[in-house]
């Protein structure tokens, strides 16, 4: 067995249709596009989707989504994080100052992931509930500040 010798197996490929090649061939005279019509003459092209004039299917479905204009967009900072960090009375203005935030938007949020070892102070315009217990569990205090996000 070499290269010469392969060959598909029966029925594998098929001869194209060969249009326009006279009457005998069966595919002569119009070749097979009909007789009139928009597509019937030479140099027809279409555009993708086209739907013969109906509205196609991609400007008759909804756009999916939702942008919300009026979105609070928080600088967010979890326990965990504060734990870290030197000293013990955080602020928005510090937490800049420290880098571990590079703009405040629209308020400080302080939410409740990783553990708190020790006393702090912490002044932001929202709190989660874990995070509010947890910071009073360690014996210290969470101020809010403002009414950003209300």
Known sequence: MNLSGLRP????????????????????KTATRGSKGQHAGTGFSQKRGFEGGQMPIHRRLPK??????????FAIVNLGRL????????????????????????????????????????????????????????GGTAQVIGAAGE
């Open 83 to 138: 734990d870290k960090l030197d000293g013990d009375t955080f602020g928005s203005d510090r937490l800049v100052e420290l880098g571990v935030i590079k703009k405040i938007g629209d308020g400080l949020k302080i939410l409740g992931s990783g553990q708190l070892t020790r006393k702090i102070t912490v002044e932001a315009h929202q709190f989660s509930k874990s995070a509010l217990e947890k910071i009073r569990k360690a």
């Open 64 to 73: 999916r989504g939702f942008t919300n204009i009026f979105k609070k967009q």
């Open 9 to 28: 197996p029966v029925g594998q490929n098929k001869a194209p249709k060969r249009i326009g090649r006279g009457m005998g061939s069966g595919h002569g």
